[in-house]
């Protein structure tokens, strides 16, 4: 079976369940930490793997480092961190033709050519999202205590880090360390559930410059999560909303006009969100053939929240789905010179 298509259920359903989970109670930061099932350690095939480090879960974390050859700048170059969709890993890196830019593609200033690449591992855990993807690889979106200085007490209740934001600190710390990053040009990517962790991890860490990311289900609610909420600039008035730390983020999403189980409306509803909360979005929606468009396809489904039901939305089970499970490569450059134009002011 080819991965690409394979890579497609991450969002397809064969029925109209959408919920990985039990019952949960919501809280300040949405819903409660997901359930790990494990994390095992990536290959990094061409790479370097990093770790292991445990976080506060005692989970032991992975990542994998691609640094440039040697036609690359020498000095301080510009770090992309690509987040994997979920229910795949690190692999799919080469199903997008990031790495083959990364010697040559000017994302620095002055001209600086070559990046380097850090590729973390998530973890498998239960999901919100519909059937296949109740639970596997993949990030925890859903409990949203991505607070910059760690751990937070609301009344008598101490709320961890989440864990995978965690992780991908521990990373970029790692790798910053080395002195071969540049400190003004962090910047993120990702595919599908990891470009949903992206928009969070990125509108939370103000050492981040830019995204630019790749079919990303709405991180504050989609599908049958229990507990949505709103972004905002300032501080909660109550648990429906979540305060983001970088609303100066500097973002670029691409999607598809049809993309698997609606997630094209429900891109458009995080756009509305961000936009709202002070967020500079260039959302860009493209069809079957790369070609940027205006508007959503309606027949691959409307309801902002996203439609997983194959009886209602056919189009999303087969069009958007084949349109989903691959990586946009027309785009690519479009979006590194997103991430090189948008360096921290």
């Not at 940027?292 to 997983?308: I, L």
Request: proline share 10%.
């Amino acid at each position: 079976m080819r991965i690409a298509l394979a890579l497609a259920l991450c969002f397809t359903a064969a029925c109209s369940s959408t919920a990985g989970q039990g019952p949960k109670l919501c809280g300040p930061f949405g819903d409660p930490p997901a359930d790990t099932i494990e994390a095992p350690a990536p290959l990094c095939l061409g790479g370097v793997r990093l770790g292991p480090w445990q976080d506060s879960d005692g989970t032991p974390r992975h990542a994998c480092l691609y640094e440039p050859g040697p036609k690359a700048t020498s000095g301080p170059l510009p770090l992309i961190v690509y987040l994997h969709p979920s229910l795949f890993g690190t692999e799919t890196i080469y199903l997008t033709n990031l790495l083959h830019y990364q010697d040559s593609m000017q994302v620095g200033q002055n001209g600086t050519r070559g990046f380097i690449v850090l590729e973390p591992s998530g973890r498998k855990t239960t999901h919100f999202y519909p059937f296949p993807d109740q639970k596997g690889l993949g990030w925890d979106n859903w409990y949203r205590q991505f607070n910059p200085a760690g751990d937070v007490r609301v009344g008598a209740a101490v709320y961890k880090e989440n864990v995978d934001a965690a992780a991908i600190d521990h990373f970029i710390a790692e790798v910053a360390a080395t002195g071969k990053v540049d400190p003004r040009r962090i910047y993120l990517t990702g595919w599908s559930n990891g470009a949903a962790m992206a928009y969070l991890y990125g509108l939370s860490r103000p050492k981040i410059a830019a995204i630019a990311v790749y079919s990303a289900p709405n991180p504050f609610g989609a599908f049958g999560d229990p507990c949505p909420q709103k972004p905002v600039a300032g501080p909660p008035k109550e648990d429906t909303e979540i305060q983001i730390f970088n609303p100066r983020l500097a973002s670029l999403h691409i999607h598809n006009n049809c993309d698997a189980v609606g997630i094209c409306p429900n891109s458009e509803q995080l756009a509305t969100q961000l936009t709202a909360a002070g967020v500079g979005v260039s959302d860009v929606i493209v069809d079957s053939l790369g070609i940027q468009v205006k508007s959503c396809m309606r027949a691959c489904g409307v309801d902002p929240k996203g439609d997983a039901d194959p009886v209602s939305n056919p189009l999303g089970w087969t069009l958007g789905l084949a349109n989903h499970s691959r990586w946009p490569l027309s785009w690519t450059r479009t979006m590194l010179e997103f991430l090189r134009d948008h360096p921290l002011k």
